[in-house]
């Protein structure tokens, strides 16, 4: 089994950041690609950010793009979130996402791509 730990969240004014961590464990971890998706009150779970283990490659919704920044250390299996420039509409609850199997780029922005998930981190950003 595979176990997702995120961290890092917490209140910040809008147009400050913060850094989310993700970190992976268990007794195979082997996962082809890290998703980040954020979950705010009376919404769905939208995607936010992906990394391809291997090469590093990156991907981001448009809400996000130019401010969030992905990225990966392998030898530690975690993931960083960099949030800058937050806005109130930030606000949610932040959880990272490993898929079981290879998945492509293609299908990075779908939740049912994932079948691990870790609990979710809270991100308030105050007007």
């Known amino acids: 089994q595979v176990q997702l730990v995120e961290s890092g969240g917490g209140l910040v004014q809008a147009g400050g950041s913060l850094r989310l961590s993700c970190a992976a464990s268990?007794?195979?971890?082997?996962?082809?690609?890290m998703g980040w998706f954020r979950q705010a009150p009376g919404r769905e779970r939208e995607f936010v950010a992906a990394?391809?283990?291997?090469?590093?490659?990156?991907y981001y919704a448009n809400s996000v793009k130019g401010r969030f920044i992905i990225s990966r250390d392998n030898a530690k299996n975690t993931v960083y979130l960099q949030m800058n420039s937050l806005k109130p509409e930030d606000t949610a609850v932040y959880s990272c996402?490993?898929?079981?199997?290879?998945?492509?780029?293609?299908?990075?922005?779908?939740?049912?791509?994932?079948?691990?998930w870790g609990q979710g981190t809270q991100v308030t950003v105050s007007s």
């Open positions: 996402a490993a898929p079981r199997n290879t998945i492509y780029s293609t299908t990075y922005y779908y939740t049912s791509s994932y079948d691990y």
């Open positions: 268990g007794r195979t971890f082997s996962s082809s690609a």
């Open positions: 990394i391809r283990w291997s090469t590093g490659d990156s």
